[in-house]
């Protein structure tokens, strides 16, 4: 049986029972429990959908895959310990002025989000997304976290490129990657779920994360400020839309699918269009 029409199921969240058509979990108030009838078979993907899992290891295989594609180019010092090279990076899907605005690669502001320069940078955004991302689909849903993820990233990626084009000195980024845009889209959201339905809680400890993180990136050098400003400001922006008071709808789903398929076509046609105009 692959959908359950009626009875009851287990909320993928709290494991009470729920009816699998019913709006809202009664003890835990996720929406959705019963995942369209599909929660049996979706469950066991875990409560997000399998969402947060699915971005870690599609981070690291494309961080692995950087590294591979040119070996002579990993830099090993410092800050940068197993850094791709910039050609690397460019090949899947870089960010910023310089893929933009001479190469014409604007797709990139979906690529560049699932894309490294090192293994601190990957490791400190995971450790991020693991704890954000799961807290965002209990209270989006997990499909609505994926469009708040994907817009985020590509609001992020268009400040930070459209500032370094356009804004002299405050300096956006000539060539940008990370997670680090997403991430804070989901901050924003978290932020506006605070607002919207008066959790206090969850509202002030979004901020409180949200107001290090960008002190953090003032202090260290290289941080792509704008991607973050962009991020928060569009995963802020879509929560609103999205509405986290009304529930999530199967054409959620739809949308979300199409986020991530439309972010997997841009990265192996980032690499086929990098590696036709590379000539080798
Ligand atoms: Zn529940």
Redesign the pocket.
């Known amino acids: 049986m692959l959908r359950q029409k009626w009875g009851s199921v287990v909320?993928?969240?709290?494991?009470?029972l729920?009816g699998v058509n019913d709006e809202r979990?009664?003890?835990?108030?996720?929406w959705n429990?019963g995942l369209w009838g599909f929660a049996p078979l979706l469950s066991r993907l875990g409560r997000d959908l399998g969402f947060t899992q699915f971005v870690m290891w599609s981070c690291i295989i494309l961080y692995l895959l950087t590294l591979a594609f040119d070996v002579q180019g990993v830099s090993t010092g410092g800050f940068n310990f197993l850094a791709p090279s910039g050609r690397s990076l460019f090949v899947f899907g870089a960010s910023g002025v310089i893929p933009v605005f001479r190469a014409g690669r604007w797709w990139t502001f979906l690529t560049a989000g699932w894309l490294h320069a090192g293994v601190l940078h990957i490791l400190f955004n995971m450790m991020w997304i693991r704890q954000l991302a799961p807290a965002a689909s209990e209270m989006y849903g997990p499909s609505r976290m994926v469009i708040i993820y994907t817009i985020a990233g590509v609001t992020g990626f268009a400040a930070s490129t459209l500032s370094g084009a356009f804004i002299p000195f405050l300096g956006g980024a000539g060539f940008t990657v990370g997670a680090s845009a997403p991430i804070f889209g989901l901050l924003g959201a978290l932020v506006f779920y605070g607002r919207r339905t008066g959790s206090s809680i969850v509202g002030d400890q979004a901020k409180s994360w949200a107001v290090a993180l960008f002190i953090f990136g003032f202090i260290f050098r290289g941080v792509d400020n704008w991607a973050h400003l962009g991020g928060f400001a569009g995963g802020y922006a879509a929560a609103k839309f999205l509405d986290p008071l009304q529930p999530e709808r199967l054409d959620h789903l739809v949308a979300a699918l199409a986020c991530l398929a439309l972010t997997a076509i841009a990265i192996m046609f980032s690499i086929v269009n990098a590696l036709g105009s590379f000539r080798i």
Do not use: L, M, Y
């Open positions: 909320c993928p969240s709290c494991r009470n729920v979990c009664f003890t835990c108030g996720r429990p």
